[in-house]
């Protein structure tokens, strides 16, 4: 079992940087991929980004694909997701996941077996 805690949400004017981060509980959160999703109010939950075991390789969904980075730290049992130029459409829940075994970061959530609570982002002026 993988406990996922993410944080670093709150309250941002559009065009502003903003970097999430999430804690796992278990050093076994390095041998697999995580990712990021999030869920807008009204709306169904979607992928963000995401980074293979190895850090090596990254995937992105359009949405942001040019303004958000995924990384990783392996040492801290920790992944990162940097956002900049934010819009108000980047308003949501933040969540952090992990798969039971896959190694590198699909976009289906189904995938992912471990899910954090999410950190709230708020995009606005």
């Known amino acids: 079992q993988v406990q996922l805690i993410e944080s670093g949400g709150g309250l941002v004017t559009p065009g502003g940087f903003l970097v999430l981060s999430c804690t796992a509980s278990?050093?076994?959160?390095?041998?697999?991929?995580a990712s990021w999703f999030r869920q807008a109010p009204g709306k169904a939950r979607e992928f963000v980004g995401g980074?293979?075991?190895?850090?090596?390789?990254?995937n992105y969904a359009s949405l942001g694909r040019s303004r958000f980075t995924v990384s990783r730290d392996k040492a801290k049992n920790m992944i990162y997701l940097h956002m900049s130029d934010l819009l108000p459409e980047d308003t949501a829940l933040y969540y952090c996941?992990?798969?039971?075994?896959?190694?590198?970061?699909?976009?289906?959530?189904?995938?992912?077996?471990?899910w954090g609570r999410g950190t709230r982002v708020t995009v606005s002026a």
């Open positions: 278990a050093r076994t959160f390095n041998d697999h991929a």
């Open positions: 980074i293979s075991a190895s850090g090596e390789y990254k």
């Open positions: 996941a992990a798969p039971r075994e896959e190694v590198y970061p699909v976009s289906e959530a189904s995938t992912y077996a471990y």
